[in-house]
């Protein structure tokens, strides 16, 4: 018999002598006449009493639903959940998407995360890396399709005719709030009725065939396609101002964000939500940003360090992506970053700004994605990526107006000046060489918004 079952043994029998001497005690306060009226009471009790004591032992038995905290709380109960790779030492990667590989077992091992892995990859790339941590794809308020055809969406008559209160219009009252010139249906995300929907239709079934995580895409803090409201039982309800800087939307997407989180981690296989977050021009330590982290395992940065392939982040908003980026792992969630050129190619000045830039920034949780425009789905990596630059040896510090980080193998140094270009001096005490193996003189130039990765000659 265990300690376990021996204490409950005692606990009933003490019960037990406490209510004969309770019922002692009180007799003596009753008449005989009232006495019948008494037992009836003290039975009832009785019964009370025993329900809540098969309760308190089915409880063993049964596990009781934990409460879903109020938005707002945070949820750090992650068990079940796959860990995430230690990314201290060196460099990591990451693959946004898998669509044009062919090979994916091949591939694998050289990534940590995959966003928006195929149904039909999970398998090949489980096998040839045990410990890859494996997203399923969701646009996070729009229709995409089945779980295994994204591209069977529905139009706006199916969706009228199914769930007209769904639909998300612009404030023309008639046009659907889309986003990219795409035809998937923009959903009401401040409905509750939405997020089993999303678990029935994609989570659930990711759940059940392999995945770690949901990758939602497009959580954007800011209305940038004009969103303002519903048809309620065929009357118009505003939702929002249309306006890009909404504080309502803003608290309907950790809404969201909270209820999805708690619905994933609640699957009989449990499962992260990881989103393409866009802050915006908030700070890392805005209040609305820190709710945001409470309710979500994971960053995917698809702004990165070259704001979308419009040019470089420069000057405070560098420092800011930076500051966020080591605030999210701070928590132990893993931050994904990539990093775009709007160019036929990439050069080795562009790979040397976002590899300093990231490892600035990179802790236990962080890896890096590089590519063209919105080329996605393609192993593409760069010799770069094998620098054996090791683990970080203190955080960043400034120093003659540019940012240093070093490593036990080397070190980084970025100048994210937008117009201002540096000379520094290194250590004279080291030696060094770039990634391309060359040694490096005592003095580097850095142009604007340009970073460069040393290796300790040894």
């Known amino acids: 018999m265990s300690p376990e079952t021996k204490g409950e043994r005692r606990r009933i029998r003490l019960q037990y002598i406490?209510?004969?001497?309770?019922?002692?005690?009180?007799?003596?306060?009753?008449?005989?006449?009232?006495?019948?009226?008494?037992?009836?009471?003290?039975?009832?009790?009785?019964?009370?009493?025993?329900?809540?004591?098969?309760?308190?032992?089915?409880?063993?038995?049964?596990?009781?639903?934990t409460p879903l905290p109020l938005p707002g709380t945070p949820f750090v109960d992650l068990r079940g959940v796959r860990q995430f790779t230690d990314t201290w030492n060196n460099i990591h990667l990451f693959q946004s998407f898998d669509y044009n590989i062919s090979d994916p077992a091949n591939v694998a091992k050289h990534y940590d995360f995959v966003w928006g892995a195929k149904v039909n990859h999970v398998q090949a790339i489980r096998a040839s890396n045990p410990g890859i941590f494996i997203t399923y794809?969701?646009?996070?308020?729009?229709?995409?399709?089945?779980?295994?055809?994204?591209?069977?969406?529905?139009?706006?008559?199916?969706?009228?005719?199914?769930?007209?209160?769904?639909?998300?219009?612009?404030?023309?009252?008639?046009?659907?709030?889309?986003?990219?010139?795409?035809?998937?249906?923009?959903?009401?995300?401040?409905?509750?009725?939405?997020?089993?929907?999303?678990?029935?239709?994609?989570?659930?079934?990711?759940?059940?065939?392999?995945?770690?995580?949901?990758?939602?895409d497009n959580v954007d803090l800011q209305n940038y396609y004009g969103a303002c409201g519903v048809y309620v039982n065929g009357k118009w309800k505003q939702l929002y101002t249309g306006q890009y800087d909404d504080p309502q939307w803003r608290a309907d997407i950790i809404s969201w964000l909270s209820r999805m989180q708690q619905a994933l981690h609640h699957l009989h296989h449990p499962l992260a939500l990881i989103p393409n977050l866009a802050i915006g021009d908030l700070p890392p330590d805005n209040s609305i940003v820190r709710l945001v982290l409470n309710h979500i395992d994971?960053?995917?940065d698809e702004g990165g360090f070259t704001d979308y392939a419009r040019g470089y982040l420069t000057d405070n908003k560098w420092l800011q992506r930076i500051q966020f980026m080591e605030s999210v792992q701070k928590q132990h969630k893993p931050y994904y970053v990539v990093n775009q050129f709007n160019s036929p190619s990439?050069?080795?000045?562009?790979?040397?700004?976002?590899?300093?830039?990231?490892?600035?920034?990179?802790?236990?949780?962080?890896?890096?994605?590089?590519s063209t425009f919105q080329d996605y789905g393609s192993d593409t990596r760069y010799f770069e990526y094998d620098a054996q630059i090791g683990s970080p040896v203190g955080g960043m510090y400034q120093s003659q107006n540019v940012y240093w980080r070093n490593y036990s193998g080397g070190l980084s140094i970025v100048n994210p000046s937008a117009t201002k270009t540096y000379t520094v001096s290194l250590n004279a005490g080291n030696s060094y060489v770039d990634l391309h193996g060359y040694a490096i003189d005592q003095r580097v130039t850095l142009s604007p918004h340009s970073g460069i990765v040393l290796l300790t000659n040894s």
């Open 18 to 65: 406490f209510i004969q001497e309770c019922f002692v005690i009180f007799s003596r306060f009753f008449s005989r006449h009232q006495l019948p009226h008494w037992f009836a009471g003290f039975a009832l009790i009785l019964v009370l009493s025993s329900c809540q004591w098969t309760s308190n032992f089915n409880s063993q038995l049964v596990k009781t639903p």
């Open 346 to 370: 990439i050069d080795s000045r562009e790979i040397q700004w976002t590899l300093a830039s990231y490892l600035i920034g990179k802790e236990h949780s962080a890896a890096i994605f590089i």
């Open 137 to 216: 794809y969701i646009p996070f308020h729009r229709e995409h399709g089945t779980f295994t055809d994204q591209s069977a969406i529905h139009d706006l008559n199916y969706w009228k005719a199914v769930h007209p209160d769904w639909v998300l219009y612009k404030c023309d009252r008639v046009t659907p709030a889309y986003e990219f010139g795409d035809p998937n249906i923009p959903l009401d995300f401040s409905n509750p009725a939405l997020v089993p929907w999303q678990i029935q239709t994609y989570a659930l079934p990711a759940s059940e065939s392999g995945y770690d995580g949901i990758a939602a």
């Open 298 to 300: 994971g960053v995917l």
